[in-house]
């Protein structure tokens, strides 16, 4: 048959690639055969979601290193089910299955990721077109255009290359012809919204459109894949420690009334730790101990009691099959269930752990150097999960019921709080712990964990040093506020300084700092104080510079304002994926703030405040990496322009399972060098060509 092979590319993330390609196979197979191959290697399987058919895919797996099955007429393939086993597909399985698949069905639509894997390679090669999927506004276009002039440099014939624009929201801002003239590239088609009446049918006039498309021949000048197969050298990760094994008990209980016998199982610790706490509930008070934290000589008061009766329990006959060291540690258990924190009372001394994640009284996990794992520890149940919340917003002041069932807190080490129960939390109550340090991170701790190299921390010292503005951009959990407290260490002494949070977790160690922290509202709903409140107050504090932890709100406009009116230096967090997306949640959040400006104006505003964004992540590995470092250049039309200095480039993982790549400088010129001259700064540009050339993007 040799059908043709179109390749579609989303323009940018939530683009819709995955979702049109199910649906237009759908639609395909009503006149010709048709595949789909799913070779996005990062482990949504969305595919096999959306054609509910991850038990055919993985059954097939069983037989074969490739999944392959035929579901609603559609031939599915999928290349990875996750994104470790991405790196051991074997070459050759994939180009047998292009083949295949080219001489038995009619056409094959594959969802593709950018950069190209090496995985899927053979299909790339083979496409007759490539479809850029794009939503017609102008933030959509900027990705469509990058990524075109990428799959030029890639090799790709711009012959090859096609756009389809994606309406998901019903408001496009540029015609058809419009976009043929700014891209150079032929629109194949328009999709309204899946919701509209209309989109089937654009979906089946893009059908007769790739009809009318003959096969072309295989690529031959495609550039290599920078991301190449590996072998799967990864070592077993270790096997968490298991509880001894339990024993069965018979244990009364009552269903629909009637009383009943059922066999449970109930580990020999857990039915001591179940006879103590019910003895001590009837001789202790429970919210005396919760409240002895206070009074020094109460608390060990209460620990020898707890000891005691824990003791006399644990002597009898019935409990002497426990050994004297799971006695110990059964006892500490005990107390520290009654006066502390239970069991994460040992999870918070652990400095390895960053952060303690609680849903519900028998599910706890960890952080621990990056990576999630589950542990062993339980509470007894949602009565004592609820005790221990209590037992860290009590001292805050703060409460948590029905009432008010969500809460936010800080604990005196400066660990931040979440709690969240009843009715909000469907299945018991969740309990979220982001723990940080006693010892804070320094930028020589950067350049030992490979998070950052020389050249870019002496330029961002020489930026912090030269008072550009700073906009530290990241996911959750990838070291924005660590990073930007290392940041803060190179603004001078001799400044003013007002930094202002939620919760207070930045450490400075310059003697004029001013720590702002916002209020929520009291009982009555009285009382609260926002970010936004305290960012204009500090305006009136005469601060040299200005530090917000975290934008993400209203508050952004402000922050703005203050940066283009003489607080120069200032510095911020935000959450985003990208540089780019920076910028439009920036965009977002000024809107947020109730003034209806024009969108020209806004970006007016972020291209003269903000001079830099540098954009950290959380690597697949665990570990925290600056990725990018993209200066602000101005405008060009309705559009910020910017210009990225540094980045962080992949090339997969080692034998160890830890990112292999390697920081590279663009040759771009930055700027602000200009800057650092009239601020007389140190700084030589020429450092940054030590680091590896961007080259060639895969």
Not at 31 to 53: C, E, M, P, Q, T
Request: with cysteine; glycine share 6%; charged share 25%.
């Amino acid at each position: 048959m040799n059908g043709p092979i179109f390749a579609l590319i989303g323009a940018k993330g939530g683009s819709g690639a995955t979702t049109i390609c199910a649906e237009l196979a759908k639609t395909i197979r009503a006149d010709r055969s048709v595949a789909l191959v799913d070779g996005d290697l990062s482990g949504r399987r969305s595919a096999a979601i959306l054609f509910d058919a991850l038990r055919e895919l993985d059954i097939s797996r069983e037989t074969s290193s490739l999944a392959l099955t035929r579901t609603d007429g559609v031939a599915l393939a999928e290349l990875a089910p996750t994104y470790d086993s991405a790196f051991t597909i074997n070459f050759d399985d994939v180009e047998q299955l292009a083949s295949s698949l080219v001489s038995t069905t009619e056409c094959i639509l594959a969802d593709v990721p950018i950069p190209f894997a090496a995985p899927v390679r053979p299909f790339v090669v083979r496409a007759t077109r490539f479809i850029v999927i794009s939503e017609p506004t102008l933030l959509g276009l900027t990705s469509a255009r990058t990524m075109i002039g990428e799959l030029k440099k890639f090799g790709v014939p711009i012959t090859r290359i096609v756009l389809l624009t994606n309406c998901r929201d019903g408001t496009p801002t540029s015609s058809r012809s419009e976009i043929e003239r700014a891209l150079e590239v032929k629109v194949i088609g328009e999709l309204p919204p899946m919701s509209d009446r209309s989109f089937n049918k654009a979906l089946q006039n893009l059908e007769r459109t790739l009809r009318s498309i003959e096969p072309e021949p295989q690529i031959e000048a495609l550039l290599p894949s920078a991301r190449g197969f590996i072998q799967d050298r990864r070592r077993e990760p270790r096997s968490a420690m298991r509880p001894r094994p339990a024993v069965p008990e018979t244990r009364e209980t009552s269903g629909n009334g009637k009383a009943s016998k059922e066999s449970v199982l109930i580990s020999p610790r857990d039915r001591v730790k179940t006879d103590i706490h019910d003895t001590l509930a009837k001789k202790v008070n429970l919210v005396e101990a919760s409240q002895a934290h206070s009074d020094s000589a109460k608390l060990a008061e209460l620990r020898v009691k707890i000891d005691e009766i824990a003791q006399q329990i644990l002597s009898e006959n019935k409990h002497k099959d426990l050994t004297a060291e799971e006695i110990a540690q059964l006892k500490d258990e005990v107390i520290n269930e009654a006066l502390g924190l239970g069991p994460l009372e040992d999870l918070m001394t652990d400095p390895s752990i960053t952060e303690i994640m609680v849903n519900g009284p028998k599910t706890v996990y960890v952080e621990r150097l990056g990576k999630i794992d589950r542990t062993t520890k339980e509470f007894t149940g949602e009565q004592q999960l609820r005790l221990v919340i209590e037992r860290i917003i009590a001292p805050l002041g703060r409460r948590l019921d029905e009432s008010v069932p969500m809460v936010d807190a800080r604990l005196p080490d400066g660990s931040r709080v979440n709690a969240i129960v009843e009715p909000l939390s469907i299945d018991g109550a969740t309990l979220t712990i982001r723990r940080f340090g006693t010892r804070r991170l320094t930028a020589q701790d950067l350049l030992e964990k490979g998070s950052a190299v020389p050249q870019i921390l002496d330029f961002l010292r020489a930026c912090i040093e030269g008072r550009l503005n700073v906009l530290i951009s990241g996911g959750t959990g990838s070291g924005k506020t660590t990073f930007l407290n290392i940041l803060s260490s190179y603004i001078p002494e001799r400044e003013r300084i007002v930094t202002i949070e939620d919760s207070a977790e930045l450490f400075l160690n310059q003697p004029h700092v001013v720590r702002l922290e916002s209020r929520p509202a009291n009982i009555e709903g009285r009382g609260e104080i926002t970010i936004r409140d305290l960012v204009r107050n500090s305006l009136r504090m005469r601060p040299d510079r200005i530090i917000v932890g975290e934008c993400r709100g209203g508050e952004a406009l402000d922050m703005l304002q203050a940066m283009n009116t003489g607080h120069d230096g200032s510095l911020t967090t935000a959450h985003a994926n990208s540089p780019r997306d920076a910028l439009s949640r920036m965009e977002t959040m000024v809107m947020m703030a109730g003034f209806d400006l024009p969108v020209r104006a806004i970006r007016e505003q972020i291209a003269s405040a903000v001079d830099l964004i540098v954009q950290t992540a959380r690597m697949r590995d665990g570990s925290r990496k600056i990725i990018s470092v993209s200066e602000i250049v101005g405008m060009e039309g309705d559009v910020v322009t910017m210009q990225e200095i540094m980045r962080f480039q992949q090339h997969g993982v080692d034998k160890d399972s830890k990112v292999a790549g390697e920081f590279q400088y663009t040759g771009v010129q930055p700027q602000c060098l200009r800057r650092f001259d009239e601020y007389g700064i140190e700084y030589d540009v020429r450092s940054l060509s030590t680091l590896a050339s961007t080259g060639a993007l895969w």
